[in-house]
């Protein structure tokens, strides 16, 4: 196994604990230690660099400081993973609990440049204060994924992951304020890039790019569809995932303002 509480066995025949590595003591501290050299076992398997931070984020734990040195010195490793073992690994990260303290550990040990590159652009992006006052494009997009609740489904997950992944190259400065035109649009084509990449399933891949390209048009439903217009969203397959999408954004936003979800 890779992590000391990982590397826990319980005989149930004779009742007895097998902990080799001291595990159970590193689960009391919520200690979050690779077994053995730290360094050599990221190397016999790059994915441990995701996998240190998942289980650290699922117990709301600590690293040991030689397990976070090493996943910090070895980041650029993570290049060499396949697509799919990185989708799942990171899917099991937006369904577990705290994605926010994983997807900030990502950052942390530089993990998240060399798996996706486009989201790590969306660090120091500065947005509108005045509906943003939680910071820039990353640390919005860090509330809206630790804003999720167990009803939501892993793809309005994924769609809330990238939902503003389109604000880097759409920034824009004009009339006095900030602005990011078709954001959205721009978002939904670099995610398709991204979750291709990562070997997703097209139906999937297609619901998450329509959920975020989708997912700026409240006013528009609000303000100028007319009511049959309106029953033809009401009976989209994916339009329940819109709206959770959209209660995201709003819960990810500093003031929260939940007047057009409602």
């Not at 073992?85 to 994605?99: A, G, M, Q, W």
């Not at 910071?135 to 994924?145: P, S």
């Not at 167990?150 to 900030?178: C, M, V, Y």
């Not at 528009?220 to 033809?232: A, N």
Request: hydrophobic share 40%; glycine share 4%; aromatic share 12%.
């Amino acid at each position: 196994r890779d992590i000391t509480i990982n590397a826990i066995y319980w005989n149930p025949i004779s009742s007895e604990l097998y902990d080799p590595f001291n595990g159970e003591r590193d689960l009391n501290e919520k200690l979050i230690r690779l077994i053995g050299i730290p360094k050599v076992r990221i190397e016999h398997d790059a994915l441990r660099l995701l996998r240190v931070i998942r289980f650290r984020a699922r117990i709301g734990g600590q690293y040991h400081p030689e397990t976070f040195a090493a996943a910090h010195e070895c980041a650029a490793l993570a290049k060499h993973l396949s697509g799919s073992r990185v989708f799942k690994e990171l899917e099991k990260i937006l369904l577990n609990p705290n994605p926010e303290m994983a997807f900030e550990d990502l950052w942390e040990t530089d993990t998240i440049e060399y798996i996706i590159p486009e989201l790590h652009a969306c660090k120091g992006v500065a947005q509108p204060s005045h509906a943003h006052a939680e910071g820039d494009v990353w640390n919005h997009t860090l509330a809206v994924v630790g804003s999720c609740t167990h009803d939501h489904s892993a793809d309005a997950r994924w769609a809330a992951l990238f939902h503003d992944i389109g604000k880097p190259p759409t920034f824009e400065i004009r009339d006095d304020r900030i602005h990011f035109d078709g954001h959205a649009s721009f978002g939904a084509d670099i995610a398709k890039e991204i979750l291709d990449r990562f070997h997703c399933p097209g139906k999937r891949r297609d619901k998450i790019c329509w959920l975020i390209s989708h997912h700026m048009m409240v006013r528009t439903f609000l303000e100028d569809l007319s009511i049959e217009r309106k029953s033809h969203w009401y009976y989209h397959p994916w339009f329940l995932e819109l709206l959770q999408v959209l209660w995201l954004d709003c819960a990810g936003s500093t003031p929260t303002n939940f007047n057009y979800y409602e």
